[in-house]
């Protein structure tokens, strides 16, 4: 089984969010189960030169875009038992940003193509290509193409949705001057047409043999107007070849028994060291010290799809608590302008740190009792897992992967590892915390649904048979 893996961005070379953790930690599990999967992305300006200078350089060819023939270098490097292939072009690529470029049509319209004309250079020829977000989301296209012509007719494809969101969509003009593709097959409902432009992720979508999203619940949402962005009818029309598949987390880098990065490491067996982290976070953000007062985490980027509105619409109500709440991201001004407002008022309940910082977001799972997640969608969130790792306990609304990885908590039976709420209602976000902060006052009850949450399996590997199986399906 030999898969090419295609993605925008991949850790630790780049990464712009969750999609750069996943092209790291998937393949890399794949791999240890005898699967032959290859990583390609673009050569951007930003990987470091410590990775750079060890990448052998394989050989270049040219890309046709439209009127255009543009270089593609080649160059490889093995990290993780994974090869990794990098495009490169410094035309489209040495940029100060990633994305958001004026031309990101015309530079990920490349990337797309490039990914075929490189096989011959790579001297690999896939079963599948899988294919991740709109950066990659022509190339099923341009394959398509090309196996009118009986070239890599075999090939399958696989396209993975990681955030619907953001779809990748350019003028219409864009498909003849600057994608070579044709007005007259393309911009066409079953193809790439989107209203009066296009959409990337719709061509991916169309034009690949599977379509898979990030957890189940986001592929049955995504069906539904307020969650399908335009596209709902078309996931229901496909719904024969939609699946879902729940990322993971990497266990060797989320682990409370070896992380550098925590005050005092511990385990499931040693559950009572947790709390010495959590004095020494207090001490650090001049909270008020005390191992009774339940911290909750918050750590997200600062925007709507985040339910951070719901926080702030009660977040007086919260500090009136007696709680403390640790808060670590950026996003919209407005919101980051609120939390740093009231951690001036209530600077021994609340701290707000309007940065993003790995060693500091370890510490906030290893620190807090409970760590919310009130989304207004949420594909599927790498969050919750990490934090039920570190014996926080989530709380969060039931959407996307949320639902399908929080199981909410049953006192009778003894059951769950968080606590959950169905609608996108403050109130009712509000109510659910105060249930949290209940349960919390009983420390065997509180203890029991820790060590649920920690031996929940979220491991990359688990995922990583399920995506074998799924890529065993569509070979056949």
Request: charged share 25%.
């Amino acid at each position: 089984m030999k898969i090419l893996f295609v993605t925008g961005e991949a850790w630790p070379f780049i990464k712009t969010g969750g999609l750069g953790d996943v092209s790291h930690s998937l393949p890399k599990s794949l791999v240890k189960t005898g699967v032959d999967i290859r990583v390609i992305l673009p050569k951007y300006k930003a990987i470091d030169y410590k990775y750079k200078s060890k990448m052998k350089h394989l050989g270049h060819t040219y890309v046709k875009l439209s009127w255009r023939n543009q270089y593609c270098g080649i160059d490889m490097l093995e990290y993780d038992g994974v090869k990794y292939y990098f495009v490169d072009n410094e035309h489209y690529f040495k940029r100060d940003n990633v994305y958001g470029e004026f031309d990101d049509c015309e530079r990920f319209g490349f990337f797309s193509k490039s990914v075929l004309a490189a096989l011959e250079v790579m001297e690999f020829e896939p079963d599948l290509i899988h294919c991740n977000d709109w950066h990659s989301g022509l190339t099923p296209v341009y394959l398509k193409e090309l196996q009118r012509n009986d070239t890599y007719k075999n090939v399958k494809t696989l396209y993975t949705i990681h955030n619907l969101k953001y779809q990748g969509i350019f003028s219409m003009e864009t498909l003849d001057d600057v994608l070579g593709l044709s007005h007259d097959i393309h911009f066409r409902e079953d193809s790439m047409k989107f209203f009066d432009a296009i959409s990337f992720l719709k061509g991916g979508v169309n034009y690949s043999d599977y379509v898979s999203t990030v957890s189940s619940t986001y592929a049955e949402e995504i069906k539904m107007e307020f969650y399908g962005e335009n596209l709902h009818g078309l996931f229901r029309h496909i719904d024969s070849r939609l699946s879902g598949i729940v990322n993971g987390i990497d266990y060797d880098i989320f682990n409370p028994r070896t992380d550098k990065d925590i005050a005092t490491k511990f385990s499931q067996s040693k559950i009572d060291k947790k709390i010495k982290n959590k004095l020494e976070l207090q001490k650090e953000l001049g909270l008020t010290v005390s191992e009774d007062i339940p911290m909750i985490g918050i750590i997200t980027r600062l925007v709507r799809q985040k339910g951070i509105d719901l926080i702030t619409h009660v977040l007086q109500e919260l500090l009136q608590m007696d709680l403390q709440i640790v808060i670590l991201g950026t996003g919209d001004q407005d919101y980051e302008d609120i939390f740093e407002y009231y951690s001036q008022v209530y600077p021994s309940k609340l701290s707000s740190n309007i940065t993003f910082n790995d060693a500091m977001a370890k510490k906030i799972y290893a620190s807090s009792d409970m760590f919310l997640m009130p989304s207004l969608f949420e594909p599927c969130g790498l969050s919750q897992m990490i934090a039920m790792r570190y014996g926080s306990v989530p709380v969060v609304r039931e959407t996307g992967g949320l639902r399908d990885t929080v199981k909410p908590y049953n006192a009778k039976k003894k059951q769950g590892t968080g606590f959950t709420f169905s609608n996108y209602n403050a109130h009712e976000m509000l109510d659910t915390i105060k249930c949290a902060v209940e349960v919390y006052q009983n420390k065997k009850a509180w203890k029991e649904l820790i060590l649920r949450g920690m031996n929940e399996k979220n491991s990359w590997s688990h995922a990583a048979k399920n995506y074998k199986s799924f890529y065993k399906e569509i070979l056949g």
